[in-house]
């Protein structure tokens, strides 16, 4: 029976993760690479679990057939799985959502909640079961909590790493659902080998598992998985027919057919068509910068070159192209869809496509450019986000000839600016103007922005640039004499710039992400205008408005502590663990948000970011399980970690800010990725040492072994949702990483300030 129970919690740990990372990567591409929603996502998972495992805490206890129960439960978690891969592949058709059309932050919110309850309540509810049955068939219950919280993150462990470098390579979602469904069958039946004979619903449980067995395996071995996974793709894509259905390390690649004419998308948003590309937007993103240097010779496009950019470039005496992409998937599938129009761009001996990150590029690269245009418009997320960064406008800066210029787009309108595109375009115009002495705005549909070190870029006019249009002999639809007279209206300029009287003052960063917040705020305000006014509030949070709330809690502990001993003493542990779950999440997001920030390609390594901080609180709760007989001064050490904690979150950013100028040498560039698992692994480290103790503590104050469970695993998680919500939504975004951190460390100091007084209290700290 123990090799059977450590082996169920092995697959607990094991499935939960992978059901995580799984469902995560989904929601990413129905969330069109929304990284605000990893936060959102993964507080819904953890307060959904902290309700299961609350819920069940509270009622182990009278429950006589306890391995059945496990197993139903089991079972049930087993059952939602592959429902749940396909509910998220439908969600945009179920609600009424056009693919390509983007979602508001509350439906991310009660979509994910709802499709995650039923499998996040079960899991939580196992986690307790496990509990309960480690400590009647095994060791004490003091030691039960620990072992089995080592257990289930070892199997987290094995489930970070399977997924990463054996799932996602060969298997299809639908596939690794029924996988996983498969083995949680196999494990009911083997737990119930003991009770079939003594109780009927043992037997029940059996034959049920022994279907779901044969029909998960039969799905995968058959044609069906198949057929289930291309069936859950059309409903996904209702109305268009997709020809190609893709994941690569920086997201999803989905190409959909209408006739004759291609469209590409990059996790849900739309980015090439081909081959009839949108003209106007074509012609005055490549003609109009183009006509403002006086002899381009050499460019460079950073995303979104073909179906139509190059074709335009190639126009002007250009000399060479340099063409990286964001996704240099995206190049391989065009390439497999050949039109006329790509063909003649990619083949064509001007052009060097570079199968890189721009950004990385920019760093490496030798040559310098009259021009480089970003050809991706609206920082919507965090991988975006870092090519309209103060710092990725310090690097193209470093890489232009003398009169270069830098060319990138946002979101415009021709007769309103909402308060939401206003600070979008400030926010970015605040950032270029930090970096280049002279911006050039030219408004419209897309506000086009040209920022240069030369002056020229603000002097010349139109008349100057018909003349050069018609030197160079451009052939071009839209982009008369007359049509660039019109774009340059000083009267158009003047009233964009009247518009953004009042707009934001503030700049966009790397590790302070405003870009993305902003673009994320004008987005919710088209497709949930209701909730404008949240993400207003949302701009205002500060550290003086997180120091109010945080003070009145501690007075508020303060009076209980003078009107009820008893409640403050039982309250300062689940506070303390409810602040570290926050604290862990906090420390989870920040290196996953940094990572995409320096990096671009988290959709791929967030499975090895998890793992190592899962390793790390295998590692901490193990060797705290195995030496919590020898620890005397459990109350001191308690603390001792929580001063640890402290220190780590303010050394966390000062590490990023220490590295990341010198990513661009390739020995710092691989030896930082290592950096980011190292900090991932010591985060974890803290986290999973301090709980096992916090255990001790507790029982020793009300031995109740479930209650003890149930009270501290839920608030871990319920800190951790806290954490997921506004660390993943507000904090980062809006504060950034420094002073996220130093969020962090006053919820922390708050408390270990009630634990001092608690411990004073009951003369613990001797």
């Given at each position: 029976m123990r090799r059977r129970l450590i082996f169920a919690i092995l697959v607990m740990g094991f499935s939960g993760i992978v059901v995580q990372i799984l469902l995560l990567r989904e929601f990413l591409v129905v969330f069109s690479?929304?990284?605000?929603?990893?936060?959102?996502?993964?507080?819904?998972?953890?307060?959904?679990?902290?309700?299961?495992?609350?819920?069940?805490?509270?009622?182990?206890?009278?429950?006589?057939?306890?391995?059945?129960?496990?197993?139903g439960l089991q079972l049930f978690f087993s059952l939602c799985l592959p429902l749940a891969v396909y509910s998220t592949r439908i969600l945009k058709d179920f609600i009424g959502v056009i693919p390509g059309e983007g979602l508001g932050l509350i439906p991310i919110l009660y979509s994910s909640f709802l499709i995650f309850a039923p499998l996040s309540i079960a899991h939580g509810a196992l986690f307790t079961f496990c509990c309960k049955l480690y400590s009647l068939h095994f060791v004490s219950e003091g030691k039960a909590i620990g072992k089995v919280y080592v257990h289930e993150t070892l199997g987290t462990i094995f489930g970070a790493f399977a997924f990463t470098y054996l799932f996602v390579p060969y298997l299809h979602s639908i596939q690794i659902a029924l996988g996983v469904a498969l083995l949680n069958s196999l494990l009911c039946l083997l737990l119930l080998g003991s009770s079939l004979r003594k109780s009927l619903a043992g037997r029940a449980l059996a034959g049920g598992s022994a279907v779901f067995l044969v029909l998960c395996a039969y799905l995968i071995i058959g044609p069906k998985a198949d057929e289930i996974h291309h069936l859950s793709i059309s409903q996904q894509w209702r109305g268009q027919e997709v020809v190609h259905y893709q994941n690569s390390i920086y997201g999803n690649i989905t190409v959909t057919q209408r006739d004759e004419q291609y469209s590409f998308?990059?996790?849900?948003?739309?980015?090439?068509?081909?081959?009839?590309?949108?003209?106007?937007?074509?012609?005055?993103?490549?003609?109009?910068?183009?006509?403002f240097h006086p002899e381009p010779k050499k460019v460079l496009v950073i995303g979104g070159g073909v179906g139509g950019v190059i074709h335009e470039l190639l126009k002007h005496p250009i000399e060479r192209v340099d063409y990286t992409e964001l996704d240099p998937l995206i190049l391989k599938v065009v390439q497999e869809f050949p039109t006329p129009l790509t063909e003649a761009e990619l083949a064509d001996p001007r052009v060097n496509i570079e199968y890189l990150d721009g950004r990385f590029f920019i760093k490496k690269t030798p040559h310098k450019y009259d021009l480089v245009l970003v050809g991706i418009s609206n920082p919507s997320t965090l991988q975006i986000n870092r090519l309209f960064s103060k710092e990725f406008f310090s690097l193209v800066k470093e890489r232009l000839e003398k009169g270069g210029i830098l060319v990138m787009v946002l979101a415009g309108s021709l007769t309103y600016l909402s308060e939401e595109l206003g600070d979008l375009n400030a926010c970015i115009l605040n950032t270029l103007k930090g970096v280049y002495p002279y911006v050039r705005v030219i408004p419209g549909d897309f506000n086009l922005f040209l920022a240069s070190i030369s002056s020229e870029v603000s002097l010349i006019n139109h008349t100057l640039l018909s003349q050069r249009l018609n030197e160079r002999e451009l052939e071009v639809s839209l982009l008369t004499p007359s049509h660039i007279k019109y774009k340059l209206d000083s009267r158009r300029v003047d009233w964009f710039f009247t518009s953004l009287k009042g707009a934001t003052e503030k700049i966009n960063q790397d590790f302070s992400p405003l870009g993305m917040f902003y673009s994320l705020a004008y987005w919710n305000s088209l497709f949930s205008p209701r909730m404008k006014w949240l993400f207003r509030w949302f701009e205002q949070v500060n550290l003086r408005l997180l120091i109010i709330p945080l003070s009145i809690f501690t007075l508020i502990f303060l009076i209980i502590y003078f009107k009820g001993r008893t409640i403050f003493t039982k309250l300062s542990i689940p506070f303390a663990i409810m602040a570290s779950g926050f604290a862990g999440m906090i420390f989870d997001l920040a290196l996953i948000y940094t990572f995409q920030a320096l990096y671009g390609y988290v959709f791929h390594q967030i499975g090895l970011l998890v793992a190592a901080f899962m390793v790390g609180i295998a590692v901490g709760s193990l060797a705290m399980t195995s030496l919590l007989k020898r620890v005397k001064r459990d109350f001191?050490?308690?603390?001792?970690?929580?001063?640890?904690?402290?220190?780590?979150s303010g050394a966390l950013p000062a590490i990023f800010l220490l590295f990341s100028p010198y990513l661009d040498r390739p020995a710092v560039f691989s030896l930082f990725r290592v950096i980011f698992l190292v900090l991932s692994f010591f985060s974890g480290l803290l986290i999973g040492t301090q709980f096992p103790l916090a255990n001790k503590i507790y029982l020793k104050r009300s031995p109740d072994l479930s209650g003890t469970a149930g009270l501290l695993y839920g608030a871990d998680l319920a800190g951790g949702w806290i954490g997921g919500l506004l660390g993943g939504v507000v904090l980062l975004p809006v504060l950034g990483l420094v002073q996220t951190c130093i969020a962090v460390v006053l919820l922390k100091m708050t408390s270990l300030l009630i634990l001092l007084v608690s411990a004073l209290l009951n003369k613990e700290l001797g």
């Open positions: 690479g929304n990284e605000l929603a990893i936060g959102i996502i993964l507080a819904n998972w953890l307060i959904l679990e902290a309700f299961g495992s609350l819920y069940v805490g509270k009622r182990v206890e009278h429950i006589k057939e306890r391995i059945e129960a496990f197993v998308f990059s996790g849900g948003i739309p980015i090439i068509t081909t081959p009839v590309p949108d003209i106007t937007f074509v012609e005055e993103f490549v003609h109009l910068p183009l006509l001191a050490s308690f603390i001792g970690l929580e001063l640890a904690m402290i220190l780590f």
